[in-house]
């Protein structure tokens, strides 16, 4: 399958964080903007964004995306079948400790997934934008979906009334698994929320914007408070130069 079959929102999207070996994420992200990028687009998928955690010098955070189900299994089995992931496959992993933090995720509703096209990607060896990428991640007990609810018709109206508009807001995709390879987290129930800022200062002044939204601050957020089964995770991500998003 081409890549231009997959501009638009990728009904499927892996969330994906690495745990590195300390010192060596800049070893692969240079590999990964190098290698792993046209070579899994090529395949059928869309690598939607590359980050480093800025909480965590050894961590490595990417999303990609797929048109459903049937296409991502078709996808990652060619990629990790052929030759690109055979040759610089080792060299990947040989940097990790830990790579099975996947969260599978789908657009809560149409319109709410990542848009765009592949085209415009920066190239290789491109200096990494000033731009800032916020996500936060909430988690709800299996089945419920008031938590959900509440961020859809509350949260999110109000995070567009104070700031940028979310890029995307995704939930749990329940599919099974169907390859079998890469492992993803089973039972979860998430809700997540994917902002970008020009830099961090606008991301504090939109996050004060919304402490001052008295509907946010007195009802909405304790709201999902009571209903999640922890703390939301809170990802503050800097794109690598070849990251679309």
Do not use: K
Not at 183 to 201: H, K, L, M, W
Request: proline share 9%; net charge negative; charged share 25%.
């Amino acid at each position: 399958m081409p890549p231009t079959e997959l501009v638009g929102p990728p009904a499927v999207i892996e969330l994906r964080q690495y745990t590195l070996r300390p010192g060596r994420r800049d070893e692969l992200i240079e590999l990964f903007d190098r290698e792993f990028v046209e070579s899994q687009e090529d395949v059928g998928m869309s690598v939607l964004g590359q980050f480093r955690d800025l909480d965590d010098p050894d961590r490595f955070v990417w999303l990609r995306g797929f048109r459903d189900m049937e296409a991502r299994h078709r996808a990652l089995t060619n990629f990790y079948g052929g030759p690109v992931w055979a040759e610089h496959g080792p060299q990947a992993n040989d940097t990790m400790l830990d790579s099975d933090d996947v969260l599978l995720l789908r657009p809560v509703s149409a319109g709410g997934g990542f848009t765009g096209s592949l085209s415009g990607r920066p190239p290789v060896s491109a200096t990494a934008p000033d731009r800032f990428m916020s996500a936060t991640v909430w988690s709800f007990p299996p089945g419920r979906q008031n938590g959900i609810a509440l961020i859809r018709d509350g949260l999110l109206p109000a995070l567009q009334e104070t700031g940028p508009a979310p890029l995307a807001f995704l939930t749990t995709e329940h599919a099974h698994n169907t390859f079998a390879g890469l492992p993803v987290r089973a039972g979860e129930n998430v809700a997540a929320i994917f902002t970008s800022y020009p830099d961090e200062s606008a991301r504090c002044r939109h996050l004060a914007d919304m402490q001052a939204h008295s509907l946010a601050r007195d009802e909405i957020l304790p709201g999902v408070e009571r209903e999640q089964t922890a703390a939301p995770q809170v990802l503050r991500l800097g794109p690598t130069g070849r990251s679309l998003i």
